[in-house]
């Protein structure tokens, strides 16, 4: 299963706009934003403390688990509001751990690898992770890709409003299935909006090119798989105020695309 | 013509009986009936007919007709036959004996041709066995050639495995006589003119079968027949002795069967010296894999623990804290780098060579840049034209992109901007990133792709391998593509990165 692709319904979140930052929304599951628990399965005791001191001030209590079949207990029994993993776990294989995990929850998976594979960060993010963080890390990036995570599944449940507004003047009509800038409407594909929304839906996180494809070329049509780059650049020359320097559809290289969540 | 020697033998044996026969019953030829006698010498005609064949046969019953009627019939000592009766016998005798003989010898043919057929049978199920039963391929050439040496009886039996080009490999047999090395052999010229032979191997034995005789001098005959595989010409068998080789067309066909057998077996040893060179790599590769995979793990593991805990003691305000973090991350870059410089060396770098456009990988380096202390990255695409599309790997077409901007933004002076631009060159996209820096002196320019490359009088730095542009140029060969350096006019530096360009289908914007 993929995370919020719960329906026909637009439910997604963006940041600022459809939330301000002094409002504390409930995270069903959980007991309230100061009680939020985050799991750290790891083998390596240097990097729990690490991860330990890097999420501090993020959430209220941190639980560990050296082994990937302790950190499914644990997972199971405590209910965390994020997990983060890693791949090389003595017992049994972090992606593993991952699948099981999806099996039945839906907290974000933030996962830690030594191995710069993009090809492992696309079968991590197919397997239903959240993202993925490689080692060395910086202790203040950890920290923000897993509050980014956080925000992004508290607002998951949020409906959306029928006008949305983004950074650049943009204003997206979701009945109409239409963009404006300024006033002015820009002329979308049916193609380009399918990508347009399927991104938009899951801002904040990165959609390997597989679950684009899967998004958005669910009935057969003219055009074939491999151009979903060039309609991306495409619809980023419509969109995007320098298209040189997108600032809303973002590349993961090697990856796939990210809608940006503005900070 | 010479007689074979069992010939010679069974006819002096023969003629010795007949005339033996003839002594001992000359002095009781008055009391012996003509009946005895005839039976007597169609013994000595059978006899020979099946030890001395077919001519020794109607030899002995024409020398036994001339005897009965010389010595036996009366009157004796005389040719003249005095009774018509005697004729009769003479007669009798002479279809009985031509009969048998002849009878005689084409059973005995039969019998020779089913014990020869017999022998090919068991020496092609023994060449088929040694096919399949030798450990090494090799092996299996040198069971064949003796087989086929023994089978034909010839002293020598050589396999030559033929490349196209050349004698890949030469399995060579001999009995005796070694010194009789035929001069300028093996002659490639020959075996490539044999082995380019047009006739396939199941025509031999018909009249333009393949089979090359050679008679260099009469001493020796030399044979070479082309072996052809299912797919090719693989090679020459070629058998020699010192005598005659007779081939009838039995042999012929028995020699065409040998032939394909060898040439499976040829190709037996092609492949299997593929398949071991295959595996051999494959178990390289996943070696190499799993080294990489346990060196970076075992490496960053702790970098991690020691990049963490000086980030700890960076917000403490610890000074030193700072600098560990910055080792700690040169360190990461370093080890990053001589493992990539390896797998590239090794040609085991894998890519992903995509359909992407020139757009997302400018925007994706810009990117990367925003925010970068000090220096400006100008990054232009022309929006006039449809986007510029190409065939290239993204994630390393941006690590060349990115180490060539982060160098020019190293160099740049402060308040200069790094251009970074693309533009189509005929079947090329041609990336540029361009700098208002000091430039690359002309006698460095040949040397600045060279791996451990330092610019002469640079600090050492012992965070920069000096591999960056090394491997950046290397990425862009292997993409088909390339990496030069042009000085900039104007003073600075232009690095131009050529990747193979695409078309998009006409039928893409009809879709939409």
Redesign the interface.
Known sequence: MTLGFSGDEPLFYLGTMADPASSHPVHPGSTGPLARTILVVDDEPQIRRAVRNALAGVAERISEAATGADGLDRAAAEQPDLVVLDLGLPDIPGMTVCQEIRRWAAMPIVVLSARHSDQEKVDLLNAGADDYVTKPFSTLELAARVRAQLRRAQHQVAPAPALLPLPGGLVVDFPRRTIARDGTPIRLTPLEWDIFHALLRQAGRTLTHQQIFAEVWRRPYGSPQQYLRVHITNLRRKIEINPAEPQLIVTDPGVGYRFELPR | MTLPARTVIAALTWGSITAAATLVLVPSRGDTDQVHVVIVYLLCVLGGSVSGGRALGFTLAGLGFVLIDYFFQPPFDTLSVGKPLDWIALLAFGATAAVTTQLLTRARMEADEAGRRTEELASLAQLGAETLNAGRAEDALAAIAEIIRSTIGVAECEIYRWAGDRIAEATVLRTRETAGRLPGWPNPDLIARVAAYPTPPTALGTENDGLVMVHPDQARTTILIPLRGQRRSVGVVRISDRSRIDIDRGRRRFLGVLAYYTALAVERVELAAEAEHAEALREADRMRDILI?SL??DL??P???????A??GVARGEISAAIIEEQ??SL?RLV?DLLDWTRIKSGAFPL?I????A??L???V??RF?GHAGKSIV???D?ERP?L?GHFD??QS?RILSNLVENAARYAPEGTAVDLSVRLDGTALVFSVADCGPGIPPEERRRIFEPFYRPIGAEPDASRAGLGLSIARRLAEIQGGDLEFAPRPGGGSVFRLRLPAAE??P??T???
């Open positions: 995979a970076s793990h960053r593991t970098l991690t623990a020691i990049k963490a805990a980030q700890e700690a991350d990461t990053g992903a995509e359909l992407n456009t757009d997302d400018i925007g994706a810009s990117r925003l990054a232009r695409i929006l986007a599309v993204f994630v941006l998009v289908d039928s893409f009809e879709s939409l």
